[in-house]
C-alpha cells in the first residue's frame, strides 16, 4: 500500500511540474491564435530561444538564473515584434496553409540557425545551488526545482488571470478574441493588441523554455519536438482560453506522465488517447467557444 502510494504521489507531482511548463508556453499560443486567427507553429521556436537566451547569459554574463529568465522573457518578447510586424502581419488575412508555410518555414530556419552557433549538442545548465537537492514537505521529500517550476507556475496563473480579468487591456484582449468586429467598432485598436499579445505570448514562451530545461532538456529540435504538446494543450483547452490553457495542461501533463509512468513502452499514447476522446466529445474544446 506505502509502495502504491509513493507511485500515486510520484505521478501527480512529476505531472504538476510537467504542467506547468506546458501551460506557461501554450497559454501565449492560446490567447494569440485566439485572438489573431494565426496559426503559429514558430511558437516552439521561441521557447526555444527563450532557453538558449536564459543559459547564454547565465554563462556569459554570470546573470542570476532568477534574472536571466527576465532577460530571456523581454528580449524575446521584443525579437518577437520585429516578427510580428514584418511577416506575420502580412499573413493576417492569407489562408491557414499560407500562414502554416510561414511558421513551420521559421521553425526550420530557427533550429538550423541554433544548430549552427551552438551546435546540436543538448544544453548543459547548472541550476542554483538552492534549487538543488529535495524539499521535504512534511510527508515526503521532493527535488526542490520541480517545487520551485510548481511554485512559479502557480503564480503565472494568478498573475495571467488578474490581467486578463481585472485590467482594461485584458478586457480589450477578450472582447477582441470573443467579437473582433464588434471590439473594432468600439474603438480599440485591435492592431495594437495583436502586437502587445503576440510580444506576451513569445515572452512566456521563452519563460517556459528557460524554466524547461532542468526538466525537459533543451537543444535545437526543441521547437519541433514539443510543438504538437503545445497545439495539443491550445486545442484541448479552447483557443483564447487562459482556463482552458491551464486545465488541459494540468490532465495532460499528469496523464501523460502517468502512462510513462505505468506503461514505458507506450510512450506518449496515453496523451494522445485522451486528446482524441476529448476531443470527440468538446471539438471546440474543454472552454472553447461553439461554432
Known sequence: MDQLFNVAVSILFDGLAYA?????????????????????????????????????????????????????????????????????????????????????????????AFTFFYGPAPLTFQAPDYLKGQIDLGFREFPTYRVFMICVGLAMIAALWFGFERTSLGAQIRAAVDNRRMAQSLGIDVDRLFTLTFALGSGLAALGGGLAIEIVGMSPGFAIQYLVFFLIVVAV??????????????????????????????????????????LLIKPAGLFGRQA
Open 20 to 112: 506547468m511548463i506546458l501551460f506557461i508556453i501554450s497559454v501565449g499560443l492560446s490567447v494569440t491564435m485566439g485572438l489573431m486567427g494565426f496559426v503559429n507553429l514558430a511558437h516552439g521556436a521561441f521557447a526555444m530561444a527563450g532557453g538558449y537566451a536564459t543559459v547564454s547569459v547565465m554563462n556569459g554574463l554570470g546573470v542570476p538564473f532568477p534574472l536571466a529568465l527576465v532577460i530571456a522573457f523581454f528580449l524575446v518578447g521584443a525579437v518577437s515584434v520585429l516578427f510580428e510586424r514584418v511577416l506575420y502581419a502580412r499573413l493576417y488575412k492569407a489562408t491557414e496553409l499560407d500562414q502554416v508555410m510561414l511558421s513551420i518555414g521559421l521553425v526550420f530556419m530557427a533550429i538550423a
Open 237 to 278: 483547452g479552447g483557443l483564447g482560453s487562459i482556463r482552458g490553457a491551464f486545465v488541459a495542461a494540468l490532465v495532460l501533463g499528469i496523464i501523460d506522465n502517468a502512462g510513462k509512468y505505468l506503461w514505458p513502452e507506450g510512450g506518449a499514447f496515453f496523451i494522445y488517447a485522451v486528446t482524441i476522446a476529448l
